[in-house]
Structures are given as structure tokens and as C-alpha cells.
């Protein structure tokens, strides 16, 4: 057992269960991974370019197709608007 282990086993052996549980404790702030959705709104954004309609049909055929493809079989997948 590593003495971190050791000294966590120690705290928690020794504190009341009242001061481990303190009510103003609080976690950290955790940022939650952004969808590819927002991935992509972001790094448009980033580079002053529009997220046109064509561009959401694409990356949603990318995201919901999980095997590999090349352009051609994407293309022949996609719908033919616009």
C-alpha cells in the first residue's frame, strides 16, 4: 500500500464521519467534454466562418456513420441538396 493509501486510511479512521460529510464542502468545477456538434460550432466560430446547413448535414453523416469512408463514398451518401 502506497503511504498515500496509508495516510488516507489514517484520516479517515481518525475524523468523524460529521467533518469528513461538512456541509460546505463543495467539488470542483468539472467541464464536461462538448459534443462534436460544438466542437465544430467552435472552431467555425474561431475562424469567423458560418455553420451553414450543408456543413451541419455533413457532420452529422460523418457522426452517425462509424465505419470508414473516403470522399467518394461520402459523397454518394449525402443527400443531393444544395
Same mark, same amino acid.
Given at each position: 500500500?502506497?503511504?498515500?493509501?496509508?495516510? !488516507?486510511?489514517?484520516?479517515?479512521?481518525?475524523?468523524?464521519?460529521?467533518?469528513?460529510?461538512?456541509? @460546505?464542502?463543495?467539488?470542483?468545477?468539472?467541464?464536461?467534454?462538448?459534443?462534436?456538434? !460544438?466542437?465544430?460550432?467552435?472552431?467555425?466560430?474561431?475562424?469567423?466562418?458560418?455553420?451553414?446547413?450543408?456543413?451541419?448535414?455533413?457532420?452529422?453523416?460523418?457522426?452517425?456513420?462509424? @465505419?470508414?469512408? @473516403?470522399? !467518394?463514398?461520402?459523397? !454518394?451518401?449525402?443527400?443531393?441538396?444544395?
Amino acid at each position: 500500500m502506497s503511504v498515500v493509501a496509508q495516510l !488516507e486510511q489514517q484520516l479517515v479512521a481518525s475524523a468523524p464521519a460529521h467533518k469528513l460529510m461538512a456541509k @460546505d464542502y463543495s467539488l470542483q468545477h468539472v467541464s464536461v467534454s462538448l459534443s462534436p456538434q !460544438e466542437r465544430f460550432d467552435e472552431y467555425l466560430q474561431s475562424r469567423a466562418m458560418r455553420n451553414t446547413q450543408q456543413r451541419r448535414t455533413v457532420l452529422e453523416h460523418v457522426f452517425s456513420h462509424h @465505419d470508414h469512408f @473516403d470522399v !467518394e463514398t461520402l459523397i !454518394e451518401q449525402l443527400p443531393e441538396k444544395g
